[in-house]
């Protein structure tokens, strides 16, 4: 079977499906996810036979977790678990140690609801003397303040599980002072497909026959050694972070146990700042020609913490605007809340247009630009961020 055709099975479709019994579940998956990958009979098939020993290493590092932690043996699991992250660590990091990553442009945080007056403050991470009320979530620790934000606005909707929209207040966020350096768990299907059409590439590139030829055979290299081993390695962490929630009543979610074990390695190092993760309740569109539109989430934990307040060093080197409703941009200023935006006119060469094309409403491929969403994103684009020390 091609690879390309093994990529269609569902199992490769984040978030995957929950069963009330986790660890056999898992195995399932596992299972299952094997006997694809030993079904590639196409060009790509020596590739993937020279990485399955590992594979079997990886899956069976997270089934041996799984068990530990399900016979309460925690200690164990997390060293098992921390041994396959160092090695799929290169995976889920720049290939190159001298590209440097430059931080993401497009960052929002929403609160459900505004209530009252509301401030710099309240769209931070949750202060060190609330760290009691906080409840658990995928990639959070229980007790530890974290900073989660999203590439779009729409996406913090989605996160948030639709809250009435126009009083939904967002902030935009700057990661200033370095390079935030996140393990990326964003890799998905919709990529890897993509990367698998190299000629759609060279095609769409304006230079000359000789450069095709040269750019064709170095994607095909970059495929062989880097996009392919990349993704059929971190399969088996991915899914294990990537499945939904059986029953969000109960107290113990399994689904929560390796992301949250990966959020506990991360504070453990020293040069990696946080998570950068698929949404799961927000799905990319099927575009075959772009690869934009992915929703993507950052979890950042806290880098030190104190008594009361908020984390020195995060203020530090993360700015953000005043919070902003729908709502209230549409009382400050009615016409520009209503109007259309124009790429020409407002947005080329002034800010960085959204990494959302498209978002699916009803059914419906809407233009994000067209959408409330879009009109407040760019509204906040325009607003001045501000420290959280001053």
Known sequence: MKLIEVLENKIFDFPLESNDYFPDHIFRIFQH??????????????????????????????????????????????????????????????????FVQLNPTHLFKARKTMDGQFGLKDMFHVPFEKRYETSTTRFSLPGVPCLYLANSIYTCWEELDRPVFSQMPVSRYELKGKNFKFLDLSNNRK????????????????????KEKELFESIIELIKTFVLPRFINTYPLFAACYIKVFNKDFYF????IFPQMLMQWIMTQNDIDGIKYLSTKSKALNNPWSLRGNFFN????????????????????????????YELFSVINPVKANTLLDYEKDIK??????????????????????????????????????????
């Open 33 to 98: 996810y094997i006997s694809l990958l030993e079904s590639v009979d196409d060009e790509y098939a020596e590739i993937i036979n020279q990485n399955l020993p590992k594979i079997y290493e990886t899956r069976d590092s997270i089934l041996t977790a799984t068990s530990s932690i399900f016979g309460g043996n925690t200690a164990k699991a997390y060293d098992m678990f921390s041994e396959t992250i160092k090695y799929l660590e290169p995976f889920l990091t720049s290939p190159d140690k001298n």
């Open 191 to 210: 990529f890897i497909i993509h990367s698998l059409k190299p000629k759609v590439y060279v095609e769409n590139a304006a230079i000359s026959r000789e």
């Open 253 to 256: 979610k399994p689904e929560y």
């Open 298 to 325: 950052y979890a950042i934990p806290i880098q030190s913490f104190q008594k009361i307040g908020y984390c020195p060093k995060m203020a530090e080197m993360i700015n953000l605007t005043e919070p902003l409703t």
């Open 349 to 390: 060469n002034k800010v960085h247009a959204s990494p959302i094309d498209y978002i699916n409403l009803n059914n419906s491929n809407t233009y994000y630009l067209d959408t409330t969403f879009g009109l407040l994103e760019h509204k906040l684009l325009n607003m001045e961020v501000k420290s959280l020390l001053a």
